[in-house]
């Protein structure tokens, strides 16, 4: 899988091998912290749309 910006839709980056995720407790000049703690969505759509992308019809 590869990193893309916004080829599955606007705003929504995958990253994959040799990509990068900054969350807390990254840091960098000062700490990352959350906003918001609600529980992750569910994402079957999204792991139905990264196994096609993966077989090279998006990434």
Known sequence: ??????????GLDVRGEGGYVVVPPSRTQSAYEWIER????????????????????LL
């Open 1 to 10: 899988m590869r990193n893309s910006a916004g080829l599955l839709g606007a």
């Open 38 to 57: 609600a529980p992750l969505a569910e994402a079957a759509w999204l792991l139905e749309c990264l196994g096609e992308a993966s077989e090279g019809t």
